[in-house]
DNA sequence: GGATGTGAAGTAGTTCACAGCC
DNA sequence: GGCTGTGAACTACTTCACATCC
């Protein structure tokens, strides 16, 4: 099908932690029914450099036209197609508190190539409960087999849950617990820790001079709205 | 204070974000009154390399002992000055839906440097109840004075947030919300989206390769990895 | 001996600048 | 004209290797 103007090439960390933003805009772009969107664009939404943004889609393959841009219909479907949306991975969600409720009512998290198969909790109020059209089961339930483990219980709790999952056969971890994970090799842990980017933030204030926004996901200022203006010259922070 | 073997030299983005994860397993270790790490058992607990490791210490200072390695207490405390958790910010919270609960009653959070001021929420039936000790305001309400806002509303709703947030002079935005946001020059907007994790991972678990192993930290460089101080008492790290 | 701290080398990623094509 | 795609230059970060100090 789409796969002709398809090159797989490897991609680089960063490129791909950026392809989600690119496409999310795209989404954005064609709910609002605008067809064709260019580098430039792309990239001030997305808070990159529109060089970055060419090379990061030109590692795709030949998506553009020169002198035209591109179309949001071709780099929706070719950055699916990257990242694998037109796969499922199937997917468990340990842990039914609040962020894992976040993380199942949330509408960007798991559609897109992930299918979600099962959710599980400790807390017996909680167990044989429905949340988001799926019933909660018990953690000591017989595991539903699943690519992914999705990890939102207390630290405590992490280890004893990460070694469930690699019984279950289930190889690749999302762990949101701030508590290291002891997992055999061939497991892949990703950890996440939402405290990590708002240190970030607070280092820079600290410190006066961020790079407004430094991180790979940031959204720059936009050009439109020049009543609050700031000259780029002094301490823009604080 | 201890500053004398401090050096305040310019950390690199990398470095700053990896410094909340060696905090964290600095905590982990003085919970369990052990008094002395070296970078090789530092790295493998934080998935980086030992190397690396003492490049980031030595950007903060002379802090070690050749021969003998850190003594926790020392990294405790250098660490924590670097990332200005002996000051402390004024954060609001917007949005009391389960991502904005489950940030506020995290114990990692909204620690060390960041001081809550004040929770915020559109929905008449939260308004004026408390969470972790904190009375939940209208958002339509007059906003407290902070140096931080974070972000937990549904995009629809974000722009406008974003803009009471900057009228109200807040000028660094932590973004949950999957939503593009148009800021001034001189606000910062940092955006932290829970899906791009998972996404990469899915990459990863599509072509074959991902990197593995169970390290805290893998190579990724941004929104990426923990920090946390662990509850008293013992923390089973097998 | 043993582990830090660091110049030097290597690698990865970004930005420049422009050729190529629409 | 405009904008993509990409070699070349540049910058940033990591890793190597070892001198240095306890």
């Given amino acids: 099908m789409t796969s002709s103007r398809l090159r797989r090439r490897k991609l680089s960390e960063p490129t791909i932690a950026r392809l989600p933003v690119y496409q999310r805009i795209v989404e954005e772009w064609i709910g609002q029914e605008r067809s064709r969107i260019d580098s430039a664009q792309l990239g001030e939404l997305a808070g990159v450099t529109a060089t970055t943004v060419r090379r990061d889609l030109a590692g795709l393959g030949t998506l553009g036209t020169r002198g035209a841009g591109y179309d949001v219909a071709i780099l929706h479907t070719c950055i699916g197609e990257a990242l694998g949306h037109d796969q499922h991975c199937d997917v468990v969600v340990i842990g039914m508190g609040n962020l894992g409720r976040a993380l199942v009512n949330s509408s960007s998290f798991l559609t897109r190539g992930a299918r979600l198969v099962g959710l599980y909790d ?117």
């Fill in 122 to 238: 400790a807390d017996p109020l909680v167990v044989g409960t429905v949340i988001d059209g799926h019933l909660v089961r018990a953690i000591d339930e017989p595991m539903i087999a699943a690519s992914v483990a999705v990890i939102c219980v207390p630290a405590s709790a992490a280890q004893a849950v990460a070694d469930r999952c690699v019984g279950a056969g289930i190889h690749a971890l999302l762990n949101f617990a701030p508590q290291v994970l002891a997992v055999p090799l061939g497991t892949a842990v990703h950890d996440v820790d939402l405290s990590i980017e708002l240190q970030v933030l607070l280092y820079h204030l600290h410190n006066g001079t961020g790079p407004l926004g430094g991180g790979l996901l940031h959204a720059l200022a936009r050009a439109d709205a020049p009543a609050h203006r700031t000259p780029p010259a002094e301490t823009p922070w604080h």
